[in-house]
T-cell receptor, first 116, second 114 residues
């Protein structure tokens, strides 16, 4: 149980285009999902907290207009990287909280974005 | 604010040897502590966690960690390393007051020599 999927697992896009990454909780409803970014050989940095039906809360330094997050249902959150640039190339990982009161997050397998 | 420090970005052990990965935390309120493992190009898998209660927690794959408040530590151990344990390990901390946001350490890459 508590499986989180991401799609696509790997994407290459040209500079200036936008790309959407999906995060789904497959066997549970997640009121809260988190989006992380991980640079090569570095730790995960929280980008934003996504709550179903409301606006995402972004961490300091994360551009809201560049990284659009939508949490339209209890099983799906999307991250859209708009006008992507090579410096946006990274590993993006989402996680979902099983219950509102739960301290545990379940992580997706990640999406590797390469911007050329 | 909370933080995590993982000492040693790379640790190498022989198969069958003790695994010890160090994690120290900083938090002004009682912490919730986690260890995650990440295999190449994959997401994170929870190994174990400490929230309250018993300070020695056991996780999957034979790993365990002990919460030591006096030392602000949560070191991860395994008595006997296996080749399949080679991966990146992350220590993380959160608190109730932080809205359950996880703060991760920089990770320790474990290599297991045959």
């Amino acid at each position: 149980g508590a499986v989180v999927s991401q799609h696509p697992s790997w994407v290459i896009c040209k500079s200036g285009t936008s790309v959407k990454i999906e995060c789904r909780s497959l066997d549970f409803q997640a009121t809260t999902m988190f989006w992380y970014r991980q640079f090569p050989k570095q730790s995960l940095m929280l980008m934003a907290t996504s709550n179903e039906g409301s606006k995402a809360t972004y961490e300091q330094g994360v551009e809201k207009d560049k990284f659009l997050i939508n949490h339209a249902s209890l099983t799906l959150s999307t991250l859209t990287v708009t006008s992507a640039h090579p410096e946006d190339s990274s590993f993006y990982i989402c996680s979902a909280r099983l219950r509102p009161s739960s301290d545990e997050q379940y992580f997706g397998p990640g999406t590797r974005l390469t911007v050329t | 604010a909370q933080s995590v420090t993982q000492l040693g970005s790379h640790v190498s052990v022989s198969e069958g040897a003790l695994v010890l990965l160090r994690c120290n935390y900083s938090s002004s309120v009682p912490p919730y502590l986690f260890w995650y493992v990440q295999y190449p190009n994959q997401g994170l898998q929870l190994l174990l966690k400490y929230t309250t209660g018993a300070t020695l927690v056991k996780g999957i794959n034979g790993f365990e960690a002990e919460f030591k408040k006096s030392e602000t530590s949560f070191h991860l151990t395994k008595p006997s390393a296996h080749m399949s344990d080679a991966a990146e390990y992350f220590c993380a901390v959160t608190t109730q007051s932080s809205g359950d946001k996880l703060t991760f350490g920089t990770g320790t890459r474990l290599a297991v020599r045959p």
